[in-house]
């Protein structure tokens, strides 16, 4: 099984709303990722999860703010979200260890208004 | 610092032509190198991955790549293309210098036409 789910598939939301992204796998991976993707542009990264703490954060800003509850489940917490922020954002999971393959969610498309 | 190429934005083939997306990459180590597929608003679905061994990999939908370290390439084939092949593909790269970090190419969007 290389599933990785997402929660919601839409989001719309104001600039002062609060709303979580979730994502969750059951491979048994103690990597997990959260990216952004524009449109006609390769995902970018976001942060990285190891052993559920945080070990890359690629100076995302403040209003977003990630969480690993535990080794299956990666949250993303958005606030005051700007409209650029609209886009798909992925989930992957993956293997430790360098080199393993990051299988991907389906993401969740957020709309800021 | 490391990069990834992929030199068609978009290739139009026929169905049941055969397809070969280019993909080059720049990394000072041995990389560990991934296709990925992604169908619009979908996620990213791995095809193929190359680590070590034989440089000739098989992947999921009839695919397979070439991994060429003299010309520093890893382009993905397949010998009769379906309509159903019609999304876009991006080249992945990563190496045990970078740690859990990908670097994607900027994607090949490919058009099938019957």
């Known amino acids: 099984d290389t599933e990785v789910t997402q929660t919601p598939k839409h989001l719309v939301m104001g600039m002062t709303n609060k709303k979580s992204l979730k994502c969750e796998q059951h491979m048994g991976h103690r990597a997990m990722y959260w990216y952004k993707q524009k449109a006609k542009k390769p995902p970018e990264l976001m942060f990285v999860y190891s052993y559920e703490k945080l070990s890359i954060n690629e100076s995302v800003p403040s209003r977003f703010s990630p969480e690993c509850p535990n080794s299956s489940l990666l949250n993303l917490h958005l606030h005051a979200l700007q409209p650029e922020d609209s886009a798909l954002y992925l989930c992957a999971s993956s293997q430790l260890q360098t080199g393993w393959a990051q299988y991907f969610g389906p993401g969740t498309r957020l709309t800021v208004l | 610092a490391q990069s990834v190429t992929q030199p068609d934005i978009h290739i139009t083939v026929s169905e049941g032509a055969s397809l070969e997306l280019r993909c080059n990459y720049s990394?000072?180590?041995?990389?560990?190198l991934f296709w990925y597929v992604q169908s619009p608003g979908q996620g990213l679905q791995l095809l193929l991955k190359y680590f070590s061994g034989d440089t000739l990999v098989q992947g999921i939908k009839g695919f397979e790549a070439e991994f060429k370290r003299s010309q520093s390439s890893f382009n993905l084939r397949k010998p009769s293309v379906h309509w159903s092949d019609a999304a876009e593909y991006f080249c992945a790269v990563g190496s045990p210098e970078y740690g859990n970090k990908l670097v994607f190419g900027a994607g090949t969007i490919l058009r099938v036409k019957s």
């Open positions: 990394y000072g180590a041995t990389p560990y």
